[in-house]
């Protein structure tokens, strides 16, 4: 058993369980998790304070930061980084995710000097760069940023205009920015880091050889700035107060040949440039996969954030009454049905990311222990990119509606959800934008496309055109009614076979732009860029449903799975709901997708009567076909079926709302959020800094509260 | 001419124009707007602040309202509210515009005093409360505040328990907090108010007469609390910093008899209580009708929030380049796709409102001057009411596109957006939660629906269906093509044809549940929430479009008029983005609407193949009639026509955008927000607060600017 500092709190003082649920959806270091919940929990650092100013808040930050990193755990975390221990980076995952839920900033910025300072070493160094920059992190003798976006160059990095000249006689590299557009900005930990990792062009005998990492020096352990280094402090943002972001310019700073972080591209003594990767694109984007963990950061951070929102939403709306009957006391407020119909699908969507952000980590790690390197697995970039975006987003439209549904209350900063929001919402454009990300993926989706037609030249048209016959859904008037709707098998099909149609429907329009039209490629892929994001959120829910049904399927325990098997049952059915809803959009479009054309949905040039003037696209080569007419009669049958499928939809989606609202109170529960981290009065938690607001806690919590296995004995197996 | 301060800026440094578009956008006070633009302009209190904490920001914000309260401009808007002077109602409601778009806070604060205090006295009491209370606001010598909300009590108002107790025997009521649900919260003002108009249950011998408003001392003077009083700060939100919201608690607090606001029920020396409203809640409802113009207020700051957010991105988006064709320049980014779809709706639904919230504006001066009291105006007040819904959820959403289509950026405070966000997060829950006042929209429509039959019982059923006859589309395959749905009568048509079927969908289901399956009315009501929010939403997007399109045809400037009547330039084409987006969800909806069976659209219990079992609803007293089949018929051919039109409108949509895009620089222009307000650096202006970060201003913006026509003597003659 670890040791643990006599400040760490105990499981029952933080209303924290080790139910089967709580484990399940906590996952494998769900003890791991509870540690660290009671260790911050512990920390008087970690109370919540609105009323310090940008220096205090920063400086409150930075011990925040400075406890956490000290932690043993946290020391831990860092050596697994180095030795590459299996499982190393889900666990670190669930570190990132706890810690954004104790403050959102000390998160951010121990995923600076963890992610991405320790991983720019770890995935772009050698190992002597891993020993002498990465390990020393755990003795918190410095701290480091990561020196990417410039000026000029924020989504487009590949630009970047940064200069590393080498120099031979000193066997030195010179770091410069020589225009304005070149300055690093936005840095996190800029005013505080000592080192940074930066980005510039390789520049030996006057040519690029495109973008590198070098270690540079900011400032001394005394923060005293390191000669030729700028630094100006960008100052007020809408959140993460406590997140010094800064610019930084550097003028002609002289740094030894050794900090070239030269895995894919070295730096002989001589001059000489060697690197494994030739063409200067794939050696970027190879430099670029160093990011894919960080990434998958964020949504372990925003799924944080999400869970901690609807915990205080759900808990109250089962607490706050307003309105009700003539002469009878007031409702719930979780009995009206808008607020369950804005809350549940959250919680569904909470639920499953908590399952496909897990496999995207899975994944990262088996990689990582078959020793396959980050750049090899261009789908998981893809993945991880996509669930980036996905979740992000789905972060800020769930804290807006659980704001707007715990109404002023919700406005004020002790009840949490609005700092959150603030907090939370510069994640969905940074560590790349969401609408960049969603391009990752539709650029791997086509990669895929395009190398299966390379592997099987011949009659592979004709054969994905069968393929798509035998993924066909059942799709005659009766087979489409509710029960078909509500099947799982049903559904995950559906969202199949609406990212297949949209795939098919993105290639034909850029083969018949770039190929038949001879449009350049950028103006072509620009405007299928609507098309595009369409795709890729396609592709990121199926996968994430394809997981959170997986998940209910393997639930471990007799009695929670007992309770996933029944239908209308608070997994289950949020299942459904997240798949139905938001309707009637994305009910719609999935109704658009089966009821369209998969030749011309989604705007290819498809003009006049079918088929005889359809423009020459590569489908179109199977002109006349058997298979084209089969499609083609399938999609007037469909037809008829869109405005009765989405009444029944909209109608199901009321149901199930209705049917979870109280169960929503046992799987809040099971996110198992610390009571020192859920501090917001009318979650039913007092808040110090607030005593003149206090709401009752739901009742329906408690009874869940006190129903939670103690399980003692395996705590003192710990 | 009226005597300006000497601090007054003139409108070139302001970058202010009064070219036609600009007079035209801005209405009938345009050249108020630009004095109080002006001077505004030239006070140094207004320069942007982000570096103070709470108490400084308040007091600051105190210096701006005392500041503002003071101008001759503003002392006249008081002066026009007493007396009731023509218009003045819209007069007031563009100061707070250009107000809110100086400092959001100033123009809340403002707001309370003018509108929700001043309001109350002027709607609620008699001339010699005007005289006593509302007119010595001008001369600053007390502020007021609005407390009607409690903790236990906020959206449901009409269930407030501060107690307001006549004493016979002093001629007083006695104000008293029987419990600490009915402490007043939230109350804006409360740490630096003088007076509040506070709202209890009148009781007098012993029995309430219901909620009525009185005029209780909470500080004299010199900020000492009138004793009885206790005033709890509630300290931090999420934006808003500069207003002060505290908890209000009364113990046993006498007030003079006169001090009760007596308008609607007043009591006699002798204790005899007199109501022109005999009924309670009518008389309640009359008090609630006072907020109709505070709403509408709400309305306008939201407005001004959105062009000034939509100035910042739209001028950044044409000056920052990111990504672009191989080898070349990178393009602006608003040459992204995305990033015009996600703009150009959002500017198009700023130019609607704008002309929408006039109307409303026009509507009310218009009662007001005829005399007739709000009370009776019961459909203006659910006008109000949803556009005050609908403008705040625009606005909330419209930022953050703003917000992300500004990348990082727009995460800094010096750029505004994220400020603005924080600021006006709380409009769509305070002043009556938005869900609240759709259903508040549809309780009129519901009530004129039943109206209508009263006055004609006999055959009114099947008028009503041959009414709709009338307003029947052209529905053909050939009919629904690109050019129809281009056309603006068409649009109008199709959102008033989805506005009504939606409206006898509900009755229909209201109808069942309540007269046939004898359904508790509160419990029918809620079990259709979903149905009644989208009808609200569908009846303000009606007259919304409506009013625009009246404003297009209506412009009275040869040029601007010109250039409207085109096709395919900027405000024609808004107003067909506005309605065919957000796509897929309205223009879906939109064909829903089109394509569903008008009997059970939206879930009305049509099980079962149609007609035989359909269950017995208001429509169904038709069975069997022509009537019914030609509307079945009908039916049938549109559901063919589903997914081809939702393409059209994909692409149409796509295509409106794009070529909108530089025009809309012209009308972000025509907003007409002074240089002093927009310090946002990456709209091209500089801010001393951030230093380190200009872009260039826009260079179609700058010969827009140029091209502003001068007429420098037209501002002689003011």
Do not use: C, W
């Given at each position: 058993m670890r040791q643990r500092p006599a400040s760490a709190m105990e499981p029952a003082d933080l209303g924290l369980g080790d139910s089967s649920l709580h484990r399940y959806l906590d996952g494998e270091f769900w003890s791991l998790k509870n540690e660290l919940r009671g260790l911050l929990g512990g920390c008087p650092l970690f109370r919540p304070r609105?009323?310090?100013?940008?220096?205090?808040?920063?400086?409150?930050?930075?011990?925040?930061?400075?406890?956490?990193?000290?932690?043993?755990l946290l020391k831990r975390a860092i050596q697994d980084q180095v030795e590459r221990t299996r499982k190393f980076v889900s666990r670190s995952l669930v570190i990132g995710e706890v810690l954004s839920t104790a403050d959102m900033a000390t998160g951010v910025k121990c995923g600076i000097i963890y992610w991405l300072f320790g991983g720019a070493i770890r995935n772009l160094g050698g190992p002597a760069h891993v020993t002498q920059w990465l390990q020393p992190l755990q003795e918190q003798k410095y701290t480091g940023m990561f020196a990417m976006t410039?000026?000029?160059?924020?989504?487009?990095?590949?630009?970047i205009q940064t200069e590393a000249t080498f120099d031979f006689s000193a066997q030195e590299f010179v770091i410069n920015t020589p225009c304005k557009d070149a300055e690093k900005m936005y840095i996190g930990n800029a005013m505080y880091g000592n080192y940074a990792a930066v980005f510039a062009q390789l520049i030996i005998n006057g040519r690029s050889q495109g973008p590198h990492c070098f270690i540079v020096p900011v400032r001394d352990e005394h923060g005293r700035l390191h000669p030729g280094v700028t630094v100006v402090d960008m100052m007020h943002k809408e959140g993460l107060h406590g997140v010094d972001n800064g610019i930084l310019r550097f003028d002609n700073v002289r740094i030894p040949r050794e900090n070239l972080l030269d895995k894919f591209g070295s730096?002989?003594?001589?001059?000489?440039?060697?690197?494994?990767?030739?063409?200067?694109?794939?050696?970027?984007?190879a430099m670029l996969a160093a990011l894919t963990p960080s990434r998958l950061a964020v949504t372990f951070q925003a799924m944080g954030s999400m869970k901690l929102g609807l915990t205080i939403a759900i808990r109250y709306s089962h607490s706050r009454r307003q309105f009700g009957p003539k002469a009878r006391e007031e409702v719930k407020i979780i009995e009206h049905q808008t607020q369950t119909l804005r809350l549940m699908p959250h919680l569904a969507t909470a639920l499953a990311l908590t399952f496909a952000s897990r496999y995207a980590g899975t994944l990262l790690d088996e990689d990582i222990f078959r020793g396959k390197e980050l750049v090899s697995s261009r789908p998981l970039q893809a993945l991880v990119a996509g669930l980036k975006a996905y979740s992000t987003w789905e972060n800020v439209s769930c804290l807006q509606d659980c704001r707007e549904c715990t109404g002023g209350m919700g406005y004020m900063m002790e009840n949490q959800i609005s700092g959150l929001k603030c907090d939370t919402d510069v994640f969905v454009t940074f560590e790349g934008d969401n609408v960049v990300m969603l391009q990752v993926v539709v650029r791997e989706l086509?990669?895929?496309?395009?190398?299966?037609?390379?592997?099987?030249?011949?009659?592979?048209?004709l054969r994905n055109w069968a393929e798509s016959g035998s993924d066909r859904l059942r799709t005659s008037f009766l087979a489409f009614n509710m029960d078909t709707v509500g099947n799982l098998t049903f559904l995950l099909k559906a969202v199949h076979f609406r990212e297949r149609i949209l795939q098919r429907g993105l290639v034909a329009r850029i083969y018949y732009k770039v190929m038949t039209k001879k449009e350049d490629f950028f103006r072509a892929w620009n405007s299928c860029l609507h098309h595009i994001t369409c795709l890729s959120l396609a592709h990121i829910h199926r996968v994430t449903l394809e997981q959170f049904c997986l998940a209910v399927r393997n639930c471990p325990d007799q009695e929670d799975q007992a309770l996933l098997k029944k239908e209308n049952r608070p997994t289950r059915a949020l299942v459904l709901i997240r798949w139905l809803w938001p309707a009637p959009t994305e009910a719609q479009e999935l109704c658009l997708a089966f009821g369209g054309c998969p030749l011309c949905i989604l705007g290819s040039p498809h003009r006049g009567p079918f088929p005889q003037d359809h423009p020459p696209c590569q489908f179109c080569l199977l002109y006349g076909t058997k298979l084209v007419f089969q499609e083609r009669a399938w999609y007037l049958e469909h037809k008829y079926l869109t405005p009765m499928t989405s009444m029944r939809i909209r109608r199901q989606l009321l149901h199930l709302c209705d049917s979870v609202k109280d169960d929503a109170l046992r799987v809040i529960s099971a996110f198992n959020i610390s009571h020192a981290s859920l501090h917001a009065p009318i979650a039913g938690l007092a808040n110090p800094k607030a005593a003149w607001v206090l709401y009752p806690a739901p009742q329906h919590s408690l009874a869940w509260e006190r129903a939670r296995s103690p399980r003692p004995k395996l705590r003192a197996k710990l």
């Open positions: 609105y009323d310090l100013n940008l220096d205090e808040m920063r400086t409150l930050t930075f011990q925040r930061v400075t406890f956490t990193m000290g932690l043993p410039e000026r000029g160059h924020g989504s487009n990095v590949r630009g730096v002989a003594p001589d001059g000489q440039y060697h690197s494994p990767i030739k063409d200067k694109s794939a050696r970027f984007n086509l990669a895929q496309y395009t190398k299966q037609y390379e592997e099987r030249p011949v009659s592979s048209l």
